[in-house]
């Protein structure tokens, strides 16, 4: 893989020295942008396939005004995050799943996307690249951001003439401002994250433009997120803004992915695979709110919020608690199988960690 910055810089290869950790306070990280070394870039027009992608240094991109991105929202992002291990090495979990997902995603807003080796060889060559900002074990994570957008200008509706694959990184901790403490949820009765034959099936960029107007008037009143409905029946749940939603109540219960109105979670059919192998019954169907009241436990998954215990939700101005200490049993039980795998502090018999 080659960088263009004109430097003579080679990418680390996972038997060089380890570089020193970049300067900065790893014991407060939040998950907000901190500019690093380098990102990845490659570029294709409409109807050819992606080639030369290259790392080059982290800063601005150039658009035109015109680029399809900016005019009719086509584009699409992924999020995966790479763990530093006690010896040093560094995991990333499942990257070929958010290859397939963004494929999948660029074929509903009809856009080339990478091959799942170009995509899985780019997220390595750009966490390589970043090895500083890494942060230490415990401390947290690198996370990792594709982006694939129509980067060629168009005027008239249509899909954009060329386009571009962008990987940048950034270290994290902890992605709600509550921790690992449980998080307090709102349902909102009135918009909605997506709908039947839309796109909130897929990882576009407008599916969380469409969720900040609920969300800022949620935390405005002091929740941290916002729990969406179905539109159809505005009864059934779908998803928090960012991530996927399982109760607990005997079984473990979550919506279903296949309805193409809930994202299919990376965290999500992971937590449901981990699940089973420790002997839950797992049932991905619909639930209704009253359901969701009478939970045992609540809890999201995701990428940035691993899986972040729900303390209570809100609906129609009624708040209903889950547990009375904090952290629910199953909720505790699964996070810790979960990132013990993604951290390699487990055995990863499901074969789902890739070792840089
Ligand atoms: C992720 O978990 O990677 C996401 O996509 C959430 C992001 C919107 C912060």
Same mark, same amino acid.
Request: with cysteine.
């Given at each position: 893989c080659s960088?263009?910055?004109g430097s003579a810089f080679q990418v680390a290869s996972p038997s060089s020295a380890t570089p020193e950790l970049a300067d900065i306070d790893w014991d407060n990280l939040g998950f907000g942008i901190i500019p690093t070394d380098y990102m990845y870039v490659m570029k294709c027009y409409l109807d050819e396939?992606? $080639? @030369?992608g290259a790392l080059q240094r982290f800063g601005n991109i150039e658009l035109n005004p015109s680029a399809g991105i900016l005019n009719y929202g086509q584009g699409l992002f992924e999020g995966?995050?790479?763990?530093?291990?006690?010896?040093?090495?560094?995991?990333?979990?499942?990257?070929?799943?958010?290859?397939?997902?963004?494929?999948?995603?660029?074929?509903?807003?009809?856009?080339? $996307?990478?091959?799942?080796e170009q995509f899985v060889e780019a997220v390595k060559a750009t966490v390589l690249a970043n090895e500083r900002w890494?942060?230490?074990?415990? @401390?947290?994570?690198?996370?990792?951001r594709p982006l694939l957008m129509g980067s060629g200008s168009v005027l008239g509706v249509a899909p954009a003439p060329e386009y571009t694959f962008l990987i940048y990184v950034s270290p994290v901790g902890n992605y709600f401002k509550e921790g690992m403490a449980p998080i307090n949820l709102v349902i909102e009765t009135e918009m909605h994250r997506a709908t039947p034959g839309g796109t909130g099936g897929v990882k576009t960029i407008g599916n969380y433009a469409a969720v900040l107007k609920a969300q $800022?008037?949620?935390?405005?009143?002091?929740?941290s997120d916002v729990l969406y409905l179905d539109s159809v029946n505005k009864r059934y749940l779908e998803e928090v803004s960012s991530c996927n939603v399982f109760i607990v109540k005997g079984n473990l219960i979550t919506t279903p992915a296949t309805k193409g109105t809930?994202?299919?979670?990376?965290?999500? @059919?992971?937590? #449901?695979?981990?699940?089973?192998?420790?002997?839950?019954?797992?049932?991905?169907?619909?639930? $209704?709110?009253?359901e969701l009241l009478d939970a045992d436990e609540v809890f999201c998954t995701g990428t940035a919020v691993v899986v972040s215990p729900v303390g209570s #939700?809100?609906?129609l101005g009624r708040r209903v608690t889950y547990g009375s200490d904090g952290v629910g049993?199953?909720? @505790?039980?699964?996070y810790s199988a979960l990132t013990s795998l993604q951290m390699g502090l487990a055995t990863d018999n499901m074969g789902w960690t890739v070792e840089l």
């Open positions: 960088i263009n910055d396939n992606f $080639s @030369k995966l995050k790479a763990y530093k291990r006690h010896d040093g090495n560094i995991l990333l979990f499942r990257p070929e799943e958010n290859a397939l997902r963004m494929k999948m995603g660029a074929e509903r807003i009809c856009m080339p $996307s990478p091959s799942v890494i942060p230490p074990p415990g @401390k947290g994570s690198l996370y990792i $800022s008037a949620a935390k405005a009143k002091g929740y809930i994202l299919p979670g990376i965290t999500r @059919k992971s937590i #449901i695979d981990v699940a089973r192998s420790q002997g839950f019954q797992v049932e991905e169907r619909h639930v $209704s709110v009253d #939700i809100t609906h049993r199953v909720s @505790k039980q699964l």
